[in-house]
Structures are given as structure tokens and as C-alpha cells.
């Protein structure tokens, strides 16, 4: 069966600081894969979505950045934080129409 | 622009059944779907309606009218489990994005 990890679970940053989130999906492959986040109380914004490796498009433009560097892993980053980076992000993969999320990183930046 | 509404909250009794509807307007549309987040969980998938009609699934149904741009998920036999938040989502077009709704949080009351 097919499993999505993402880590670290929280993190607390400070502001100008790096970030490098990452997401790993087990049991397919060449999977469509999507970064999301999460504004608490709100809903989901697409940040970026990737069909392959190496392919990314970006959906929101900001300090975000994102990379594919094998067919199951997808990274989110950024060189210098916001305060407005924090929130809840999610990772997700496609399965026909569905789309299955990872457990969260939960970003404050102080 | 492209915009999903939702109602913010809803609250009924355990046991009862409940609507809770989404309109939309957006660039194109190929699909609703309907998520499911518990409070400090990721979102999992419930529903999706290509067509137009009803789609039943154990306790959830969720209905479509592209003719109306309205969408909704119908929960019957309320359990205190389903006190959670829920995502109408949109795909717009052939690249199987979403663009999420701001969530409706479903409050069961015993």
C-alpha cells in the first residue's frame, strides 16, 4: 500500500532562517505530487505541484521554493523565512481523482 | 478570479443528518471533491462528483449541479466522530489541481 512521510512533525524558526521540509511517498511511483499550506482556520492554498522529476510548477509566487530530485521525494524550501511562512504544510499524491495527504509539518517562524 | 463558498460553521445533533453546501466559480471545471480534517489531522478524502447527481457512499452522499456551479455533502446519522472541518475542492482544470474551499466546521452535539 501506498504511504506519504513527511518530517519534522513541528518546527519553530526565526525569522531570515532556512527551511527544508521534506516529503517521501513508499509504494508507487512517478506519482503527481503537491505542497500545501494551511493558514490556521483556513483552507488549503496550492504552492506547488510537480508530474515528475525535476518538473515543478508554482502556484503562489513568494520565498518559496521547491525541488523534485528523485521520483518519490518532494522538497519545499526557502532561504530566508517570513513570519507569514508559518502554518500548516501538507503534502500530498494523486491517485486518480484523489488526493492523499501526509501527517503535516507544523511551521511557526518567531 | 476563482472562488469557493462555503458556510463557516454548522452544529446538529447526533443522530441527525446534515447538508453542508458549496458553490463555486471558477476558469473551468472538471470536477468537486470533498475532504475531511479533524482538528491538528490532514485532510482525507470523502467524496468526488464528475457529474451530475448523487454519489453515495456508506453515511456521506455528496451531490452536483455543474448547471448551478453547486456542489454538496450530505452526512446522515450524525456520530460525535464527525465533528470536524470540511473542504469542498474544485479541479479547474486538466492538471488534476485543486483550489480548496475555506472549510465548514461541523460541530455534533449530543
Known amino acids: 500500500s501506498q504511504t506519504i512521510h513527511q518530517w519534522p512533525a513541528t518546527l519553530v524558526q526565526p525569522v531570515g532562517s532556512p527551511l527544508s521540509l521534506e516529503c517521501t511517498v513508499e509504494?508507487?511511483?512517478?506519482?503527481?505530487l503537491y505542497w500545501y499550506r494551511q493558514a490556521a482556520g483556513r483552507g488549503l492554498q496550492l504552492l506547488f505541484y510537480?508530474?515528475?522529476?525535476?518538473?515543478i510548477s508554482s502556484e503562489v509566487p513568494q520565498n518559496l521554493s521547491a525541488s523534485r530530485p528523485q521520483d518519490r521525494q518532494f522538497i519545499l524550501s526557502s532561504k530566508k523565512l517570513l513570519l507569514s511562512d508559518s502554518g500548516f504544510y501538507l503534502c500530498?499524491?494523486?491517485?486518480?481523482?484523489?488526493?492523499?495527504f501526509g501527517p503535516g509539518t507544523r511551521l511557526t517562524v518567531t | 478570479g476563482q472562488s469557493l463558498e462555503q458556510p463557516s460553521e454548522v452544529t446538529a445533533v447526533e443522530g441527525a443528518i446534515v447538508q453542508i453546501n458549496c458553490t463555486y466559480q471558477?476558469?473551468?471545471?472538471?470536477?468537486l471533491s470533498w475532504y475531511q480534517q479533524h482538528d491538528g489531522g490532514a485532510p482525507t478524502f470523502l467524496s468526488y462528483?464528475?457529474?451530475?447527481g448523487l454519489e453515495e457512499t456508506g453515511r456521506f452522499s455528496s451531490f452536483l449541479s455543474r448547471s448551478d456551479s453547486y456542489g454538496y455533502l450530505l452526512l446522515q446519522e450524525l456520530q460525535m466522530k464527525d465533528s470536524a472541518s470540511y473542504f469542498c475542492?474544485?479541479?479547474?482544470?486538466?492538471?488534476?489541481?485543486?483550489?480548496f474551499g475555506s472549510g465548514t466546521r461541523l460541530l455534533v452535539r449530543p
Open positions: 509504494g508507487t511511483s512517478n506519482p503527481n
Open positions: 510537480s508530474v515528475g522529476i525535476g518538473q
Open positions: 475542492a474544485v479541479r479547474d482544470d486538466s492538471s488534476y489541481k485543486l483550489i
Open positions: 471558477t476558469s473551468g471545471f472538471y470536477g
Open positions: 500530498a499524491w494523486r491517485a486518480n481523482y484523489e488526493q492523499y
Open positions: 462528483n464528475g457529474l451530475d
